[in-house]
């Protein structure tokens, strides 16, 4: 291309140059692009007129291109000044709906199983606070973290489930579904990393494999209250300056986090105060009794004690039940202290447990009897007990690896709880975010346009404004879509960009079906089909608002 461009003013001499061809070599000799002899002059300067003409018309069919972009761009401005009234007419999702990834046959489910935690239980948004608080005190106290430590809040505008730890760098991320960091969706400590930043540690924001090694996910409902502290604790050595292990770090947030769980300290906060922590919820009393009356089985699997899951079930369901002590009676089975993730593969025993004496039986369990408590356990000597077989079991929980990955692989079907995601829908839902979705719809299209037609070689100014433009107003339209959702990680489900987060892929991966809460499925008859949606590319829940919406409005106001 550039010993074209070399040859243009000579071409251009030649064209109103008349000629004897006889002398055409004689003149120019062998110096003329580089050949040592012509073997037509005519048809070597008929190719130069064509190149001239060709690049002439190229050089105009690409100022055509980047006018009629220009002009859809100034259209789309205009259109933007309001909300399509087609796009208010968009029919609205359902925040409390059902979201099938894999289709599901409720009629073939015999076994529903359940969580306790975040599942069956609703929690308010003071229970991070308190978690948060434990767990710092313990590290300033067990770890002898600075005494300053203390004085940290939680900070729920901060964090978002499903990020990733960086056990080397010390970074909180947020991945799209290929593993890819989020252009804003990197903060070490509190402070958000710029592209140029995320580049120099590690090279591209794709994280490959060795690196996905040290990364550890953030994915249930006690993330939040762990990725806060453990940005906090960053900044901390940050500010003051101290040399500091990141992985150190983790475990120490994590110990502590651990420790507050399994100590029976947010237990013990939890029921020393249920009205500030705990949701009361007839509606699940009805779905769990609507189970049982059409013939289901029943069983609640969790890793949390006996006494902290009856404490919470009879203050949710005493306004509803009459009699708070009812609860264990919608249950074929309950089983307390499982260790799950490991329950799904180890070959633990379970014990008889003695609610009244706080004592584990030393007989052999190989039946379970109605208003028993069991702990420990093992998913091998549960199938053999119950000879429930997999396809017809269904469990419910809140954490997509401890409690869905393992039933997943041993052929139960899943449903993914998740909180937020109400909220979320409710956003989306929303005119203003829809508006924001579609402008941004229309400029990233405009902007692959303006891509595909004009080759790098050939960028003029006219070009690059443009493109500054279009890349303006889409971060705009980006940074308002994120702020919705979050501040620092934007929504949980997608990125700015509209694609799955990592982790949408592992719902997709270990959920065949998610929803916000159990009860949802009081909307669906025991007998319904759940049908995955054919045409989806990202999450069911998510609706893509079309840039055809503007369309008629960008045209209309065409000059």
Known sequence: MASFRRLLPLCSSLRGTRFSFSGVYERFGANVCGYSKFTSSVHTVSKFEEKIKRAEADASEDNDDIDNIRREFDAAKRSFLEIPEALKAMPKTNPEGIYVNRGLRLDLIQVYGFDYDFTLAHYSANLQSLIYDLAKEHMVKE??????????????????????????????????????????????????????????????????????????????????????????????????????????????????????????????????DPHRYLVKNGQLLRFLRMLKEKGKKLFLLTNSP???????????????????????????????????????????????????????????????????????????????????????????????????????????????????LEDEIRIQNEDRYRFEQAKFHILQELLGRLHAVIPSSKRSEAYKLLMGELNEERQKARSMMKRMFNTSFGATFLTDKGQESAFAYHIHQYADVYTSKPENFLFFSPETWLHAPCDIKIMPHHVKIPSSLFKTSRCSSMP
């Open 143 to 272: 770890f002898k973290y600075p005494e300053v430590c203390m004085s940290f809040k939680y900070d729920p505008s901060f964090p978002i489930r499903g990020l990733y730890y960086d056990r080397e760098h010390g970074c909180l991320l947020k991945l799209d579904f290929f593993g890819s960091i989020e252009e804003e969706g990197c903060f070490y400590g509190r402070h958000q990393l710029s592209e140029e930043e995320i580049v120099e540690i590690y090279g591209t924001r794709h994280i490959g494999r060795d690196q996905a090694r040290r990364l550890v996910g953030l994915m249930d409902f006690f993330c939040f209250s762990e990725a806060c502290l453990i940005a906090d604790m960053v900044q901390y050595f940050v500010d003051a300056k101290l040399e500091f292990d990141a992985c150190y770090i983790y475990e120490d947030v994590n110990n502590a986090i651990q420790h507050v769980h399994q100590s029976g300290l947010m237990h013990r906060g939890i029921l020393s």
């Open 306 to 420: 006996y006494y902290f899951v009856d404490g919470g079930m009879q203050f949710m369901l005493e306004d509803s039940t009459g009699n708070s002590g009812s609860w264990k009676e919608l249950f074929d089975v309950v089983i307390a202290k499982a260790n799950k993730p490991g329950f799904y593969t180890s070959e633990h025993p379970f014990r008889c447990y003695d609610t009244e004496k706080d004592t584990l039986a030393f007989t052999k369990v190989d039946t379970y009897l109605k208003n028993k408590i069991y702990y420990h356990g093992s998913l091998k000597s549960f199938l053999q007990i119950t000879k429930w077989k997999g396809p017809e079991v269904i469990y419910f929980g809140d954490h997509l690896f401890s409690d869905l990955r393992g039933p997943s692989k041993a052929g139960w079907r899943t449903a993914a709880i998740i909180h937020e």
